[in-house]
């Protein structure tokens, strides 16, 4: 393809039947790399019609336009537009309103929440802040156990009050608490659910209701496929949809992008969940320890997927 | 439920194309894109998916197909032929074999259902009367003995493991070794979470495989997984003997291609599925009846044979 249109380069205006092959074979690259298929789809289409019309330089064939076009447009969807430093926005909500942080952390089941929220508990305690966590996973066997060795191991207080408890009053009772005793901020974690089971998300709905947190992180796996986008839009959507009347209606500020250790150079994932709802990825994990959490690097992403 | 979506593309796509006055190699190949596009949007790797494409077109016989054959019955039953293919490892399931003892061992990525599926299988087989117990030989993962003891108590299964032995492979064989001279039929062990990018945490996994030799080493892939799961299950095959896989999380939204392509990676038949996070979400699982129902063809055996 690149030597035909080589030829043709300077002399005329792309169009879409120049752009196909090329574009094709950038979505299935992208789709490969585990980006959702719709998502591929979409953002070709969206780099072919910027490049419909253009005429080529001399030097560059389709091929290496339709990349250098792709390049930009997932490097400007990847670079978060908002702030993503929780630590400088929980230091300010502390000295401001003087009460402590707040942060939800939800998605499906076994994508790492309990450990990612130990992971951040670790971080901001690095920083010199005093975080508490709440076990509001009251359903899954061993979740508070799992908690309370995290507690232990990173000498962070954990407010629990076993299991088959509401998990909004859990959270309740725990924010009151750390407040009472200072602390800077409270980590939440929360029970896996499946985007569609409606009771358990109604729940989730509640707890966010109830406890107006700060911020509400998404935790999602990088080995998801394409149920990556219908995870992240159905719990953002949730959480205001179900919500008890007259709450305020609230959003995911922020995606954890887990088991990035696990994925070799297929990082797609990254591309599906940032597409899904526009929200940043706050911070990526990379392993099992609490070091293995990381601030999102777009330009090597973006190089492993065009690579 | 599962797959139903994918299931009804393929069938519409088959459907348009026998509308069509003349089925000729383009129309064919269009059946196929769609049909390839309904397979990547559920995971299945794409490699596969070319090759389904490749198989289907070469197995097509335009000429006799103009000389009047039942065109839309030669096509349905090539693609039907190549998604078992794509289904079905042609393994059988690893025999149990009753009044022995069976030591089953539970692998996977992190966070999988792997301990969820092991307590599940045990009540499946106790149910059906089978002498069982389980063995948690998960030292890593926080909270992982109270998850495995916690679940095994609400299905009042025996249990064995340790909240201070740091050693899974020594936990692993301690708890067989006392399973067998009670004379349990089925000995489950339960592992830690791993992939294959950590070598020691492989090294890990074949060194108990040694130790406890397992009658069957069960895959367990969360039905989510995208194009990572054939590398990964690739992988666990060629460092332990898998003989089964275990497919979760079914009830959710996901198609499960990925987790299907395991099947492939591994060589290993799915045998039972995970619907949900409580004891009794599990369902045996058969190839062809479920490939059948997916095509909403009924028993697809006449089919196959065409
Ligand atoms: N390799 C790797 N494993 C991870 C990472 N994050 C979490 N895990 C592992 O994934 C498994 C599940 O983690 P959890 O934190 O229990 O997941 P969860 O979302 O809280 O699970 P549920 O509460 O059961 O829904 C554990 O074995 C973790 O060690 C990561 O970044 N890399
Ligand atoms: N909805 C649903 N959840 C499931 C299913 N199987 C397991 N889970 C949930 O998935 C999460 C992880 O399951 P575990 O059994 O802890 O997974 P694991 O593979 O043992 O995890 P590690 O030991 O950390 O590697 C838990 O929240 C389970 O309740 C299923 O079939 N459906
Ligand atoms: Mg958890
Ligand atoms: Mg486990």
Redesign the interface.
């Known amino acids: 393809v690149m030597s035909f249109f080589k030829g043709l380069a300077g002399i005329k205006e792309l169009t879409k039947e120049d752009l196909a092959p090329a574009l094709q074979k950038l979505q299935?690259q992208l789709?490969?790399?585990?980006v959702?298929?719709?998502i591929a789809e979409q953002l070709c289409n969206s780099v072919g019609a910027s490049l419909e019309g253009i005429k080529p330089g001399s030097f560059s064939s389709v091929s290496r336009l339709v990349r250098s076009a792709m390049t930009d447009a997932l490097t400007r969807l990847l670079t978060p537009k908002q702030s993503i430093d929780i630590l400088s926005q929980a230091k300010s909500v502390k000295k401001n309103e003087k009460r402590p942080f707040v942060v939800v952390f939800c998605g499906?089941?076994?994508?790492?929440k309990?450990t990612s929220l130990?992971k951040v508990c670790f971080y901001l305690q690095q920083q010199g802040l005093v975080v508490h966590l709440a076990a509001c996973d009251t359903?899954?066997?061993?979740?508070?156990?799992?908690?309370?060795?995290?507690a232990r191991?990173l000498k962070a207080e954990l407010h629990e009050q076993g299991y088959n408890k509401d998990a909004a009053s859990v959270a309740k009772y725990a924010i009151t608490t750390a407040a009472k005793s200072n602390a800077d901020v409270v980590l939440i974690d929360t029970a896996g659910r499946?985007?569609?089971?409606e009771p358990l998300m109604r729940s989730l709905a509640k707890l966010i209701s109830v406890n107006s947190p700060d911020r509400i992180f998404f935790v999602g796996?990088a080995?998801?496929?394409?149920?990556?986008v219908?995870?992240l839009t159905?719990f953002d959507s949730a959480i205001s949809t179900l919500a008890p009347p007259q709450s305020v209606p609230r959003h995911v500020d922020g995606i954890i992008l887990t088991?990035f250790?696990?994925?070799?150079d297929?990082v797609?994932?990254a591309v599906s969940m940032v597409y899904a709802t526009g929200q940043p990825i706050v911070f990526v994990g990379v392993g099992?320890t609490y070091m293995d959490l990381r601030k999102v690097n777009s330009k090597a992403l973006v190089n492993a997927l065009l690579k | 439920m599962v797959l139903g979506d994918l299931g009804k593309r393929i069938n519409r796509a088959i459907r348009l194309m026998s509308d069509a006055t003349v089925i000729d190699e383009a129309v064919v190949k269009e059946m196929l894109n769609e049909i390839a596009?309904a397979l990547?949007?559920?995971?299945v790797n794409?490699k596969y998916v070319a090759q389904l494409k490749n198989r289907v077109l070469n197995r097509v016989k335009f000429e006799e197909l103009a000389a009047g054959v039942n065109k839309r019955k030669m096509i349905q039953g090539a693609v039907v032929d190549e998604l078992c293919a794509l289904l079905d490892s042609g393994r059988d399931p690893v025999p149990l074999k009753k009044g022995k003892p069976n030591v089953i061992m539970f692998v996977g990525?992190?966070?999988?259902?792997k301990t969820t599926s092991c307590v599940k299988y045990a009540h499946y087989h106790q149910r059906k009367g089978w002498k069982t117990a389980l063995v948690c030989a998960d030292t890593?993962?926080?909270?992982?003995?109270?998850?495995?003891?916690?679940?095994a108590t609400?299905a009042r299964i025996p249990f064995y493991g340790s909240y201070t032995e740091t050693d899974p492979v020594k936990l692993a064989i301690e708890g067989v070794n006392r399973f067998k001279l009670d004379k349990f039929e089925l000995i489950i062990v339960d592992t830690s979470g791993r992939?294959?990018?950590?070598k020691a945490l492989f090294e890990e996994m074949e060194q108990m495989s040694e130790a406890v030799n397992p009658n069957d080493v069960i895959f367990v892939m969360?039905s989510?997984?995208?194009?990572?799961?054939e590398?990964?299950a690739k992988a666990f095959r060629s460092s332990v003997s898998v003989g089964s896989v275990i497919v979760t999380?079914l009830?959710?939204?996901?198609?499960g291609?990925?987790a299907l392509s395991a099947v492939s990676g591994t060589g290993s038949p799915i045998t039972f599925i995970g619907i949900g996070?409580h004891m009794t979400d599990f369902e045996p699982f058969n190839t062809q009846s479920f490939v059948g129902r997916l095509l909403g063809l009924g028993d697809i055996s006449g089919l196959m044979n065409m």
């Open positions: 299935d789709v490969g790399k585990n959702a298929v719709n499906v089941n076994g994508v790492g309990s130990a359903f899954r066997s061993g979740a508070v156990e799992q908690l309370r060795t995290h191991c499946m985007q569609d089971n796996e080995l998801v496929g394409n149920d990556a219908d995870q159905k088991k250790d696990t994925i070799d297929k797609g994932a099992q | 596009k990547l949007e559920a995971d794409i990525l992190q966070g999988n259902g890593f993962r926080a909270g992982a003995f109270d998850q495995l003891k916690q679940n609400k992939h294959k990018q950590e969360d989510s997984i995208g194009q990572a799961a590398d990964q999380k009830d959710g939204h996901a198609k291609g990925g996070e």
